[in-house]
């Protein structure tokens, strides 16, 4: 279940400039928590320059993670909702990030098959993108 992952790392933006400043409120919380260092937000920007957006795993939704050994302290992850999408490489736009910081990667692949099943789920998604509050985010990752 997503949501003891997620705990109370909910947050809303209408507006962000840019995909870097995107991922850095999305990891803040992490940060802030004691989740991630502050290295581990520089690799998770370093990853979409070095890879491109392969971070982002259906049209509108992104899940920016760096490497264990980048940073990450112990598993958890942050959801930032922006009401307008921001644009990243390849002119792909997104409204929800999910910063994963996942301490081994076994609980990363864990966490991915959770998401997984939420992503391939049109209603989820589509409830996921509508959100305006916190109990609906939680809802949809319960």
Same mark, same amino acid.
């Given at each position: 279940?997503?949501?003891?992952?997620?705990?109370?790392?909910? %947050?809303?933006?209408?507006? /962000? @400039?840019?995909?870097?400043?995107? /991922?850095?409120? !999305?990891?803040? *919380?992490?940060?802030?928590?004691?989740? =991630?260092?502050?290295? %581990? =937000? @520089?690799?998770? =920007?370093?990853? +979409?320059?070095?890879?491109?957006?392969?971070? =982002?795993?259906? *049209?509108?939704? !992104?899940?920016?993670?760096?490497? *264990?050994?980048?940073?990450? /302290?112990?598993?958890?992850?942050?959801?930032?909702?922006?009401?307008? $999408? #921001?644009?990243? $490489?390849?002119?792909?736009? +997104? &409204? #929800?990030?999910?910063?994963? !910081?996942?301490?081994?990667?076994? #609980?990363?692949? @864990?966490?991915?098959?959770?998401?997984?099943? /939420?992503? #391939?789920?049109?209603?989820?998604?589509? &409830?996921?993108?509508?959100?305006?509050? +916190?109990? &609906?985010?939680?809802? +949809?990752?319960?």
């Amino acid at each position: 279940m997503l949501t003891e992952f997620i705990e109370d790392r909910i %947050y809303f933006e209408d507006y /962000i @400039d840019s995909w870097e400043d995107a /991922i850095k409120t !999305a990891a803040a *919380p992490l940060f802030d928590q004691g989740f =991630i260092k502050a290295e %581990y =937000i @520089d690799a998770m =920007i370093d990853n +979409v320059n070095k890879n491109g957006a392969y971070m =982002i795993i259906v *049209p509108g939704f !992104a899940m920016p993670h760096a490497r *264990p050994e980048c940073g990450a /302290i112990k598993t958890g992850m942050s959801v930032l909702h922006l009401k307008e $999408p #921001v644009v990243f $490489p390849e002119n792909q736009k +997104v &409204q #929800v990030l999910l910063a994963l !910081a996942a301490a081994d990667a076994n #609980v990363h692949l @864990d966490a991915m098959a959770d998401l997984a099943e /939420i992503l #391939v789920d049109d209603d989820k998604m589509e &409830q996921l993108f509508r959100a305006k509050e +916190v109990a &609906q985010i939680k809802e +949809v990752f319960n």
